[in-house]
T-cell receptor, first 114, second 113 residues
Framework: ETGVTQTPRHLVMGMTNKKSLKCEQHLGHNAMYWYKQSAKKPLELMFV???????ENNSVPSRFSPECPNSSHLFLHLHTLQPEDSALYLCASSQALAANNEQFFGPGTRLTVL | AQSVTQLGSHVSVSEGALVLLRCNYSSSVPPYLFWYVQYPNQGLQLLLK??????LVKGINGFEAEFKKSETSFHLTKPSAHMSDAAEYFCAVSTNTGNQFYFGTGTSLTVIP
């Protein structure tokens, strides 16, 4: 595997389910990110991790719970979601947490909440 | 705070014609600027970035962008559109004061044969 991978690519869940999204980066980067992409809206930054430590939580509801066990893996645990949480969830990584470092994105997980 | 405005959510060009996608930014400090492309069912891929070196930045697939501080713009251009250029394009800004990327709402490019 190369770059940033995400699994699953598609997920349909009910409002009472618990599921997890997985992201893995094979680039040796130190910073990882979760974004939410909804139609006709800018990408919304959800969480930022730097060297496994969370550095940013952009007022994300507690029904989204991130986990970063090491610099290569990032999870997003989901529980009791709402239909408005349906979106494309993108994971990204960068060499460092620096403004001039480009972010490398995974293909995303298309989430549908019924 | 920083922000990005992409004028035109949809742009259509004929194959072989000039591509011009507009991006204006707002920042009180020197910005870093990025253009990303997203093909269907894929993540975002970096096209090019401006990090305070040359104001004319060349990227992949024949794209380039020019940083114009006086106009707070970073428009993306390509001299001759190809069918494979059809995709969603995102402009983003970041600064050393926050390290966050702020993305625009995207411009969907259609190439007409």
């Amino acid at each position: 595997e190369t770059g940033v991978t995400q699994t699953p690519r598609h997920l349909v869940m009910g409002m009472t389910n618990k599921k997890s999204l997985k992201c893995e980066q094979h680039l040796g980067h130190n910073a990882m990110y979760w974004y939410k992409q909804s139609a006709k809206k800018p990408l919304e930054l959800m969480f930022v991790y730097n060297f496994k430590e969370q550095t940013e939580n952009n007022s994300v509801p507690s029904r989204f719970s991130p986990e970063c066990p090491n610099s290569s893996h990032l999870f997003l645990h989901l529980h009791t979601l709402q239909p408005e949480d349906s979106a494309l969830y993108l994971c990204a990584s960068s060499q460092a947490l620096a403004a001039n470092n480009e972010q490398f994105f995974g293909p995303g997980t298309r989430l549908t909440v019924l | 705070a920083q922000s990005v405005t992409q004028l035109g959510s949809h742009v259509s060009v004929s194959e072989g014609a000039l591509v011009l996608l507009r991006c204006n930014y707002s920042s009180s400090v020197p910005p870093y600027l990025f253009w990303y492309v997203q093909y269907p069912n894929q993540g975002l891929q970096l096209l090019l970035k401006y990090t305070s070196a040359a104001t004319l930045v060349k990227g992949i697939n024949g794209f380039e962008a020019e940083f114009k501080k006086s106009e707070t713009s970073f428009h993306l251009t390509k001299p001759s559109a190809h069918m494979s250029d059809a995709a969603e394009y995102f402009c983003a800004v970041s600064t050393n004061t926050g390290n966050q990327f702020y993305f625009g709402t995207g411009t969907s490019l259609t190439v007409i044969p």
